[in-house]
């Protein structure tokens, strides 16, 4: 199970971090990425990492504004977000897909098998 927190109501310019703590505790063996599903639009790729944080992978539309991380340690994977755009305000979901490869990582929703349920986030103009 994967939970999601952080999301709010934010100003264009502004930051936000995203959590998703895993229920798991074998999160060191899985997979994590991010995406983001707007009003009316479909769930898009975010941002993904291996399950040891050495490679990841990002969308062009939030590279250089976005950064995933996480601390196997605490079953935790986040998502720091800078300088937020108003296009960027999207329901944001954490996914995770076991793997048996350290530098694994993926970026399509298929791949992944277990979901959060989301958190809002919201930037005003």
């Known amino acids: 199970q994967l939970v999601e927190s952080g999301g709010g109501l934010v100003q264009a310019g502004g930051s936000l971090r995203l959590s998703c703590a895993a229920s798991?505790?074998?999160?060191?063996?899985?997979?994590t990425g991010w995406f983001r599903q707007a009003s009316g639009k479909e769930r898009e790729f975010v941002a993904a990492i291996s399950r040891d944080g050495g490679s990841t992978r990002y969308a062009d539309s939030v590279k250089s504004r976005f950064t995933i991380s996480r601390d196997n340690a605490k079953n935790t994977g986040y998502l720091q977000m800078n300088s937020l755009k108003p296009e960027d305000t999207a329901i944001y979901h954490c996914a995770a897909a076991r793997t048996l490869y350290s530098s694994n990582i993926y970026y399509t929703e298929g791949s992944y098998d277990m979901w959060g349920q989301g958190t809002q986030v919201t930037v005003s103009s």
């Open positions: 798991t505790r074998a999160f060191k063996n899985y997979v």
